[in-house]
């Protein structure tokens, strides 16, 4: 059985195929699926960001590094997910325009979901207007909106904005997430609350449904 260190070193190195033999064996050996994400591919991509940062890691690296967590996190999605749970509610999730980044967005859609809640994942790079649309269209109780960038930050507070405009706020709950925001950023674009982390948003979610 791998160590959620080797796990861990095995995202900052890039090795999907060596990701994925570890998850599984990790899991085979009746480790929690929460915690081989927390300890082993979040650790990864926690280091994988000081590099990047640093410029010790480039975009080509971290997208290898980005490609083995997402396939660690599709094998443990399954077992997080309680599929046949009722619904206590809609959640639309999606990165806001101008944005790619959607590791944190998709371990946050993957959580609410096992959360029990019904998720539809929109994506990155997502427009104000498909928001709105969107909204119209599924009814979500709660909009939960991702931003890794403080250049695409604004998005948030149009989104939030042009649901006032169509009279269409009233009806649904907007939350924010992302490295770069905050709870005072939320409280200052008219946003309903601020998650720090996957596992907060799920909270959240049930804070503001009243469950
Ligand atoms: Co980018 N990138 N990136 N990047 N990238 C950051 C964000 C950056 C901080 C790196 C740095 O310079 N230190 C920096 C932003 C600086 C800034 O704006 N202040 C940056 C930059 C500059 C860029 C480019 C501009 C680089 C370039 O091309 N020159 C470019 C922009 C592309 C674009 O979006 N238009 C770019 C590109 C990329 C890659 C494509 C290479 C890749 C993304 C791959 C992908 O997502 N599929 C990438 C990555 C991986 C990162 C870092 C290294 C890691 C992000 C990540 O996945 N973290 C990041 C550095 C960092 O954050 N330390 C960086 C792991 C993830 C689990 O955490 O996403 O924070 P996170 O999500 C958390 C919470 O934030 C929260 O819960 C999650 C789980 O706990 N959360 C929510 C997130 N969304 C939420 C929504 C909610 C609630 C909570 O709803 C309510």
Request: some cysteine; overall charge negative.
């Amino acid at each position: 059985m791998a160590t959620y260190a080797e796990l861990a070193q095995s995202v900052i190195s890039g090795q999907r195929d060596q990701v994925k033999d570890q998850v599984t064996s990790l899991i085979a050996a009746g480790k929690s699926p929460l915690e081989i994400v927390s300890e082993g591919l979040i650790a990864g991509m926690d280091v994988v960001g000081v590099r990047f940062k640093a410029g010790d890691m480039f975009v080509p690296e971290v997208l290898m590094s980005a490609r083995s967590m997402t396939g660690g996190l599709e094998i443990v999605k399954p077992l997080i997910a309680a599929a046949d749970q009722k619904s206590n509610g809609k959640i639309l999730i999606g990165t806001v325009k101008g944005d790619l980044h959607d590791i944190g967005k998709n371990l946050v859609s993957m959580l609410i979901e096992s959360g029990g809640f019904e998720v539809i994942n929109m994506g990155v790079d997502i427009s104000t207007e498909d928001f709105v649309d969107a909204s119209i269209k599924h009814e979500p109780d709660i909009i939960a909106l991702s931003a890794l960038l403080t250049t695409t930050m604004p998005a948030m507070k149009d989104i939030i904005d042009s649901l006032k405009e169509k009279g269409l706020k009233d009806k649904v709950k907007v939350i924010i997430g992302g490295a770069p925001v905050s709870q005072e950023y939320a409280e200052s674009i008219g946003a309903d609350g601020y998650a720090p982390d996957a596992g907060s948003a799920v909270e959240l979610c049930k804070q503001l449904l009243g469950l």
